[in-house]
């Protein structure tokens, strides 16, 4: 497995605001994914983030509302753009682990986010 | 379209019994990974346990170990000897073999397990 650190690890913000959550990890990975838990419900996936490129966004998400950047094999960030209450949720990054075909996920401690 | 079901939204055991969590799913592919991750009070994502499709033994990894029927599509946790630490919200996921986005895991809705004292 790997060792997967997420800052802030919960916050409390106006709305309009935006808020940028890192995900740090403690070896080189080519994939990374942000997924979004809404209060009481499973995960869903926002985007990949793959080192060298853009971000691959899933249907319902934006790159203006979740930008999302990439810079090396360790690091990533995903900001909540013009926050608005239904933005309240768990943040969780995830990096895949294992061959190509193979990979298993791990995520790290997650970001709770509160829009007031 | 993968899909992932879990019929039951809580359980309860006691401390030291046995518990089975269920879990179905759909895929049109043949070669697919299915998971058991545990989400704690703490929110963190835990794996549990991992089978890989083409392997007919069923996974097992300490006091866990599942129940996977391929041709029911059924893939069943089973806690023994449950501990108050098992106390947690389970997630079944399932991703294909394939490259590219089909890699995406696909979660189902959650099983809220809390083990009495």
């Known amino acids: 497995s790997a060792v997967i650190s997420q800052k802030p690890s919960r916050d409390i913000c106006q709305r309009g605001t935006s808020l940028t959550i890192q995900c740090q990890v403690d070896s080189q990975v080519t994939m990374m994914f942000w997924y979004r838990q809404q209060p009481g419900q499973s995960l869903t996936l926002i985007a990949t983030a793959n080192q060298g490129s853009e971000a691959t966004y899933e249907s319902g998400f934006v790159i203006d509302k979740f930008p999302i950047s990439r810079p090396n094999l360790t690091f990533s960030t995903l900001t909540v753009s013009n926050m608005s209450p239904e933005d309240s949720s768990i943040y969780l990054c995830?990096?895949?682990?294992?061959?190509?075909?193979?990979?298993?996920?791990?995520f790290g401690p997650g970001t709770r986010l509160t829009v007031l | 379209a993968q899909t992932v079901t879990q019929s039951q939204p809580e359980m309860s055991v006691q401390e030291a019994e046995t518990v089975t969590l269920s879990c179905t799913y759909d895929?049109?592919?043949?070669?697919?990974?299915l998971f058991w991750y545990k989400q704690p009070p703490s929110r963190q994502m835990i794996l549990v346990i991992r089978?890989?499709?083409?392997?007919?033994q069923n996974a097992t990894e300490n006091r866990f170990s599942v129940n996977f029927q391929k041709a029911a599509k059924s893939f069943s946790l089973k806690i023994s000897d449950s501990q108050l630490g098992d106390t947690a919200m389970y997630f079944c996921a399932l991703r294909t073999r394939r490259s590219g986005s089909a890699r995406q895991l696909t979660f189902g809705s959650g099983t809220q397990l809390t083990v009495l004292p």
């Open positions: 995830s990096v895949a682990l294992g061959g190509t075909s193979t990979d298993t996920q791990y």
């Open positions: 089978q890989e499709a083409y392997k007919q």
């Open positions: 895929t049109s592919e043949s070669n697919y990974y």
